[in-house]
């Protein structure tokens, strides 16, 4: 009976000896270290972009592997030389894994349990060569293109995937399942802005933890003006239609008006001074024009549209001429040795309006040498060629009132259509502008008469223009200082400038000059009746035909050439004349025309229609 007894114990032993050698853990469970790949916060090893499979042997722990264990890898728990991964240099995810301290007698610790993540690998999306226009729906590339999700194109359909849109506004974008962006028209946006949105791709496989491997990107946007960068495509020369004698600019527009703005007109490239109105813009008249688009979002303008030349035709006979102001030579230096001066273009009164000669006369207390009277000059702009009236006085008080230079601009006939243009009315300059009409009365101006370029600088009383603030200095080549006078509708005889500066020494110049020149020709019916009373006399350089002169009806005397001229009497002009008689022709020289004296005065011939009395 003992020996039975001792045998079962001593068996017993044994199995209690071998279950030990396996079963009992020896040491506590691995703690592993931190590292690039690894987040020992959630116990989450991410796959790096660039690799499909997790290498575990980099993994270390803390304390290391006590004497005679080793650290192994496990797919469940508890460890076990079945469930032990032999390759650890190459796990794919997503997967949980397991952790633990073996034995060289094959015991194993309890457990670290471990989510390798598959690689998520996101890059952030600069959308600002895409401007979003304000108040515009537009749809962005999609900001998937360079991300992916275990080594695939990313995909919201993916049941492993979850899409995070942090910070995002739907209000203001909607990310579509394909990354494409959505924006509405109406949003927050702020225009001039780049916001910047951001996303999560986050792993959601069943064997991830809830929000333990995601990764992060950008999207930066950028915010326009609805106006947009684009100028209006325009047609670049636009005419009237007779009778009309105006145009619509808009017609000259052949694009489509972007929403939330308009489209606007100005007279320049840059936007500055007034703009149109809606009555000029449907009533322009000849000039060049820039059209934009405007939104009142964040007061923005596109570019400025390529010139429309707007051109008036003449529906009446009649047309708007400019005067012909050429800059004339003021010094005797080259290359202008030889050429007429201004002063000699006005006294032999060679400025007109087509055939409408202008006059122009000064009356003033200031001494002769602080006056320029009579220059033609483009110094206030350049290339806009005008009269140029100053003074040199004194830089501190200038001239006053009772000081003033009085110019008058009288014509031949009266002129229609008048319009000219003043510049340079800035520090202390004050200019009285009296326009008198066909009876010789003064026309009172209204604003219909005038623009004043930029309002802010300027201001009117009566007919009186001065600058708004007193410090305003109008820089050369600009238009800040510049009135534009119009007399549409209306029969100007002379304008009389009183000019006064009470400031400094200045001047300013009348430029663009025009009006309305009308050519009648005699179109009566021919004399068909024989010929009664024919040319008794002639002279010819030529085979002399039968019947010449006398073919010739109603002359006193016929010359004939082919190549010769008659040459009537020149003189340099008119004025050196000391004892005209009624009937005298003349070509004067400096006025260029064939002249006559009436009995009165010297006038240049030009055509007319007159009926024989």
Known sequence: MKKIL????????????????????????????ASANYSSVNSAFSIPCGSATANLSTLTTSPAAPAGTNLTWHTGTPATDANRILTTTAVA????????????????????????????????????????????????????????????????????????GDLWTPANATVNDDGTITVPAYNTFVVGTTPVYYYKICDQDPDATYDSSCKTGSVTFKIVCASGTTAPPVN???????????????????????????????????????????????????????????????????????????????????????????????????????????????????IKIGSNRLYLTHTTTLDP???????????????????????????????????????????????????????????????????????????????????????????????RFYPTNVGFESLSNTREGTVVFNFNGLSVSKIVFEFYDTEYTGSYTISKISG????????????????????????????????????????????????????ITRVQNSTLIADPKPGMLIYDKDAQCVKLYNGTIWKCLSRSCNDTL
């Open 236 to 350: 670049s020369n636009l005419s009237n239609t007779c009778p009309a004698t105006t145009v619509n600019l808009n017609n000259a527009h052949t694009g489509t008006v972007p929403n939330t703005t308009e489209l606007i007109w100005y007279t320049n490239n840059s936007h500055s001074g007034p703009q149109l109105t809606a009555t000029q813009v449907a009533a322009a008249g000849a000039g060049t024009y820039y059209a934009y688009y405007f939104s009142a979002e964040g007061g923005c303008f596109s570019p400025a549209s390529n010139p429309v030349v707007v051109s008036i035709g003449n529906c009446s006979g009649c047309s708007v001429v400019t005067a012909n102001l050429q800059p004339y030579n003021n010094t005797s230096v080259a290359p202008y040795t030889g050429t007429p001066t201004s002063q000699s273009v006005f006294a032999n009164n060679q």
């Open 93 to 164: 995810g997503t997967v949980k894994v397991y952790a633990a301290f073996r034995s060289s007698t094959g015991c194993y610790s309890s457990t670290k349990e471990i989510t390798v993540y598959v690689p998520i690998c996101v890059q952030d999306d600069d959308l600002t060569a895409f401007p979003i226009l304000k108040g515009q729906p537009i749809t962005l590339p999609s900001i998937f293109t360079n991300d992916s999700f275990n080594g695939s194109a990313f995909t919201l359909a993916n049941p492993n995937v979850r899409f995070v």
């Open 6 to 33: 001792t045998a079962i114990f001593f068996s017993l032993l044994g199995a209690f000896t071998a279950i030990a050698q396996t079963c009992t853990p020896s040491v506590s469970a691995p703690v592993i270290n």
């Open 369 to 463: 040498a602080l006056f320029s009277p009579n220059r033609i000059s483009d110094v206030h702009y350049t290339g806009e060629t005008g009269i140029h009236i100053g003074h040199s006085k004194n830089v501190v008080t200038g001239i006053s009132y009772a000081e003033r230079i009085v110019s008058t601009l009288q014509f031949d006939a009266p002129m229609k259509k008048l319009s000219f243009t003043l510049s340079d009315v800035d520090l202390g300059d004050n200019i009285i502008v009296n326009a008198y009409d066909a009876s010789n009365n003064l026309i009172n101006i209204s604003p219909s008469n005038y623009t004043i370029y930029n309002p802010a600088n300027i201001s009117r009383n009566g007919n």
């Open 516 to 567: 309305e020149e009308c050519v009648s020709y005699c179109t009566k019916p021919a004399n068909l009746q024989t010929v009664s009373n024919p040319t008794k006399i002639g002279i010819t350089v030529q085979q002399r035909k039968a019947g010449w002169p006398e073919s010739i009806p109603n002359g006193f005397i016929a010359m004939e050439s082919k190549e010769k001229g008659f040459v």
